[in-house]
């Protein structure tokens, strides 16, 4: 991914308001925040209602990251775009959640100059959105700043595992649809992992195309990230008919991953889930990540 950057690229978040839109129990705001020098993220931001109408009210906040959507992008996850099953952040808003819904870079409207912004891969700089993303919400006067999480589909559910194994303020992850074991991706066909392929795209990893042919040598897999996320509340879905990750890999990863969430004496915190279904979110998978969410944080109160 290259190396994280440190507090030089901190800059001032610079909000602006682009749009602003009344959606019944909360407010929708369309908004840019700078991330670094010289690069403004597009995001949505969700506030419901209530805690605008109670001076002193604070409540928890999801960080939410959208699949692979070059149209729509981070519109998706707050009901914008017509998919079905993808609007985890209107509706953890609705249940009286702060959310923030980033664009990935490099989809749809976020087009940044990785190159001359200095990023070696689109992963990192979107970990790097992310987490200045959480600066925002932390800064934020009706937001408990040690209550956040971070909910994902597809692209949205590895970037979340990212995002929390780089920045620990992050206390719960859900990842739908979002990882297998590399050794396993596509069944391992080489043709996926040449340049601007698969994992190897641009906004993704590029240097993961040296690894074509000796995967096996690729120096971290999700084994390692998901154990880096314990103890903290973890919570993987995996289709038994995803065409895009292997749920049987998962379960591999799950399998490693527990003895270190053992150690912390949270060996439940890490949940697993293989609904029977596609590529999805389905609606009992995201109830059972919003009540994740609540058991951890505790349910702020409806608007």
Sequence with gaps: MGRLPGESKRSPLDVTTVEEV?????????ILYQSE??????????IPKT????????????????????????GTVVGIGGKPNRQYASELAERGYVTLAPNYPLLAEYQPD??????????????WDNIRGIDLLTSLPYVRAEAIGAIGHSLGGHNAVYTAVFDDRIQAVVSS?????????????????????????TRYMPRL??????????????????AALA????????PLGDSNFDWQSVDRIAAAARPVFGLYGTADHLRVEHPDGPHDFPEPMRQAAYKLFDDEFGAPAKP
Excluded: M
């Design 37 to 46: 020098p010289g690069s403004h993220v597009p995001a949505y931001l969700l």
């Design 51 to 74: 805690v605008l109408q109670n001076a002193g009210a604070k409540v928890p906040a999801i960080l939410c990251l959208h699949g692979t959507d070059n149209v729509t992008g981070a």
């Design 114 to 127: 990785l190159a001359k912004l200095g990023w070696e891969s689109g992963s990192l700089k979107a970990v």
């Design 177 to 201: 649809c979002g990882l297998d074991s590399f050794l396993d991706y596509k069944q391992g066909d080489e043709a996926n992992w040449r340049p601007e392929k698969g994992w190897c795209q």
């Design 231 to 238: 103890p903290r509340r973890t919570f993987i879905v995996a």
């Design 22 to 30: 009344d959606c019944g129990s909360y407010v929708r705001k369309k």
């Design 209 to 226: 195309a040296d690894y074509r042919g000796r995967l096996a040598e690729i120096p971290f897999d999700f084994h390692e990230l998901i």
